[in-house]
């Protein structure tokens, strides 16, 4: 069965160093999305991305925060200049399109830590 | 922000018996109506979903009910087995270009052999 794949599982930075989260989605799926979950919080939108931009993003996605998909499997999520409150779970996400496309399937998550 | 809310943290339920697991949402305009489920140091998993056309849906164990009118759903799990207990986390999207979710807090599920 095909699934999203994220790397890597766990990241640890200093604050003010840049990360890159990465991101497989489901092949054939057009619609790709960023959450977060902070330890003990709700899972939070960060943005979404279609056609090749974003479609929307949260008041969390700051300047600080960029996606890109670099090629035709690969979706990324930058952090220029990680700050502590940065410490959250990263899920990438992936859906199809039509109806289907609110069936939004989830990454197993990186775990990011900064210090 | 409280748009979708799940006021329950926990649930215990006897293997083979129901679980019900509720959810609350707030804003009209949500169309689309998600279950996830959760295991620790996992990403949420697709269970099931409901159109605002709709007031039910079900797949195996698994059905969703809606109620629109009181901006109510909830998950009925028959029979309960110990493999459910995880999180169950209710999620709402609005009719749009972008899809996104908005998720409740979670409901611990503990399944009791």
């Known amino acids: 069965e095909p699934e999203v794949t994220q790397t890597p599982s766990h990241q640890v930075t200093q604050m003010g160093q840049e990360v890159i989260l990465r991101c497989v989605p489901i092949s054939n799926h057009l619609y790709f999305y960023w959450y977060r979950q902070i330890l003990g919080q709700k899972v939070e939108f960060l943005v979404s991305?279609?056609?090749?931009?974003?479609?929307?993003k949260s008041e969390i996605f700051d300047d600080q925060f960029s996606v890109e998909r670099p090629d035709g499997s690969n979706f990324t999520l930058k952090i220029r200049s990680t700050k502590l409150e940065d410490s959250a779970m990263y899920f990438c996400?992936?859906?199809?399109?039509?109806?289907?496309?609110?069936?939004?399937?989830f990454g197993p998550g990186t775990r990011l830590t900064v210090t | 922000d409280q748009q979708v809310k799940q006021n329950s943290p926990s649930l215990s339920v006897q293997e083979g018996r129901i679980s019900i697991l509720n959810c609350d949402y707030t804003n009209s305009m949500f169309d689309y109506f998600l279950w996830y489920k959760k295991y620790p140091a996992e990403g949420p998993t697709f269970l099931i979903s409901?159109?605002?056309?709709?007031d039910k849906n079900e797949d195996g164990r698994f059905t969703v009910f809606l109620n629109k009118s009181a901006k109510h759903l909830s998950l009925h799990i028959v029979p309960s087995q110990p493999g459910d207990s995880a999180v169950y986390f209710c999620?709402?999207?609005?009719?749009?270009?972008?899809?996104?979710?908005?998720f409740g807090t979670g409901t611990l599920l503990a399944v009791q052999p």
């Open positions: 999620a709402a999207s609005a009719d749009g270009a972008t899809n996104k979710l908005i």
């Open positions: 996400a992936s859906s199809g399109q039509g109806r289907v496309s609110y069936e939004q399937y």
């Open positions: 991305f279609y056609n090749n931009e974003i479609s929307e």
């Open positions: 409901i159109s605002s056309i709709k």
